[in-house]
């Protein structure tokens, strides 16, 4: 039998490396891993990166943390409420090394990380000024395809140190299932080193059994820890069973552009699970 | 009957789309998403609705909008999920037909820019992001923009270059602007005005760049206010006038 993996998110916090590069489950103001950034922002953890496609709530709450030194996306946005506003800040105070990227690159690194080979070719890009930015970094390259001779972008492979995917329910060895919405999670969890699983709910063997028709999101293969999680995506939405709290967020977007952030985080995010 | 500019912008990001097309809207997209709700009820379009949210065929009767446009709840009566990354391959096999995208600033060549104000390392506004801008601009067959038709966001050169629009011009993939005062189309030539929003005239909107030459044509069209079906099926999705909050008059 496997070994359970179940821990609570103290633990789970003690799994990251301070300077590790962490990736994040969702998008803006959808099934971000709340409860775990909580304990995050909670621990000593420091100076560490963060990549993801197009992060919102989760990212601007560890920015204004000041738990990350850098950040990789492709669009960091409150959307409607405005630009996200302790990203923007820390971006234009170099408080924070920003690296901005694009959909279709993110994507194609996280499965190069995925599929264990070193880089991935994409299609378009060619002609953004975001391509001289990523050759400094040496993160895209220009390559000729060897088959035509013709230029198209690789994108170095990306591979997180430590994915943490909130999930709709997973078993205590990591086999776990996404409803609905998957974003990049299920490239994230393969891509990275770690994979920290926060789920609204535990179940049994049985329970999985009943859905054995569905993919699993990730596989006791992937996972290193799972930790119990129930209203762990709030503020953010947990598709189909609770909505994004857009009252709170936009309380927190009012009080982060007053430069308030830890305000609100310490009074609302930090009480719901300490 | 609403001569509102938001709403006209509306009506003229919809107009772009034809029935088989594949359609797809990304993050902070209000009115491209109600654009392709007027599409498909208003002018009666058949297309394929996408988007960043997820879901796969929406049931544009049942699209209301909320504060983000990622929000799977805000487009229900779908059949399923389909994720971004498959949209994004489609779009790679050169089968995504229109994308909406907005800016910051946008210049004659039709480059767009999503991400920073002055410069890259020093920047006087750290603008969003160009989310897919710079993957898709160059691939996808219909790009409709939109922007405020203001000196600060139609310039003569951009900032920086998210999206590439001199590719796009030579390989004549269409390249639309919809401002709150203008319908624009890129062309080898340079900007082309093709219709003004009721209640503008040419004059305010070629005064109104900053450095954008726009070649006015002979003929050039005037896009009506919206009549009262037009409106109830916008207001329909979003009865709170959400809309309005975007600031386009």
């Known amino acids: 039998m496997p070994t359970s993996k179940i821990m609570s998110l103290n ?88 690296l901005e990227d694009t959909c279709g690159a ?72 996404i409803l609905g919405p998957k974003y990049e999670d299920e490239l994230k969890i393969r891509a990275a080193k770690k994979v920290i699983i926060t789920a609204e709910k535990i179940v049994d063997k049985e329970e999985l ?5 569905e993919q699993l999101s990730s596989t006791l293969l992937h996972v290193t820890a799972v930790v119990n999680s129930k209203n762990g995506a709030w503020p953010t939405a947990m598709y189909p069973i609770y909505e994004a709290d857009y009252k709170a967020i936009g309380d927190y977007y009012n009080y982060a552009k007053e430069g308030k952030a830890m305000e609100w985080i310490s009074n609302n ?6 | 009957m609403s001569a509102r500019p938001t709403d006209i912008m509306i009506k003229c990001l919809g107009s772009f789309i034809e029935d088989k097309d594949y359609v797809y809207h990304g993050l902070d997209s209000l009115l491209p998403q109600l654009a392709m ?38 487009e229900q009566g779908n059949i ?11 779009a790679a096999k050169g089968k995504m037909d229109l994308m909406y995208f907005g800016t910051a600033q946008i210049d004659e060549e039709a480059n767009i820019n999503l991400t920073a104000i002055g410069n890259y390392d020093n ?41 590439n629009g001199t590719t796009r011009i030579n390989n ?43 070649i006015v044509p002979e003929k050039v069209d005037t896009i009506n206010a919206l009549n009262e079906e037009e409106l109830k099926i916008i207001n329909k999705a979003d009865p709170n006038g959400l809309r309005y909050e975007e600031n386009y008059g």
């Open chain 1, 11 to 98: 633990e789970a916090v003690d799994l990251i490396n301070n300077g590790d590069l962490i990736t994040i489950s969702g998008m803006t103001f959808f099934r971000n891993p709340m409860s775990f950034i909580a304990a995050l922002i909670n621990s000593n953890k420091k100076d560490l990166s963060f990549v993801d496609r197009e992060p919102g709530f989760g990212l601007d709450v560890l920015t204004a943390a000041n738990k990350l030194k850098m950040i990789r996306a492709a669009m960091a946005t409150f959307e409607h409420f405005g630009l996200s506003p302790s990203v923007r800040k820390a971006a234009e105070r170099k408080q924070v090394d920003y």
């Open chain 1, 106 to 177: 993110v994507i194609a690194g996280l499965r190069a990380g995925a599929q264990g080979v070193p880089f991935m070719p994409v299609r378009g890009i060619i002609g953004s000024d975001l391509v001289k930015i990523h050759e400094k970094r040496n993160t895209w390259k220009i390559i000729k395809d060897p088959f035509t001779n013709e230029d198209i972008v690789i994108i170095k492979s990306i591979e997180p140190d430590v994915a943490i995917i909130h999930v709709h329910m997973s078993d205590e060895y990591g086999n776990s299932v």
């Open chain 1, 209 to 213: 059994k009943k859905r054995n028709t």
């Open chain 1, 269 to 274: 995010l930090m009480k719901r699970w300490y």
């Open chain 2, 37 to 74: 709700v007027y599409a498909s009820l208003y002018l009666k379009k058949d297309f394929i609705y996408h988007s960043v949210a997820e879901p796969f065929l929406t049931d544009p009767n049942q699209v209301m909008v909320r504060p983000s446009t990622g929000d799977p709840y805000s």
């Open chain 2, 80 to 90: 399923a999920t389909v994720t971004t990354i498959d949209a994004f391959d489609i």
């Open chain 2, 123 to 163: 920047p006087k506004v750290k603008l969003p992001g160009g989310a897919a801008t710079a993957y898709l601009y160059p691939i996808v067959k219909k790009i409709i923009i939109w922007a405020r038709h203001d000196p600060r966001v139609l310039v003569k050169k951009v900032d920086f270059a998210t999206g």
């Open chain 2, 172 to 214: 004549n993939l269409k390249t639309i602007l919809c401002t709150n005062k203008a319908l624009i189309e890129f062309t080898k030539k340079g900007p082309i005005l093709k219709a003004v929003l009721q209640g503008f005239n040419i004059d305010q909107v070629v005064s109104n760049t900053g450095g954008m030459k726009i």
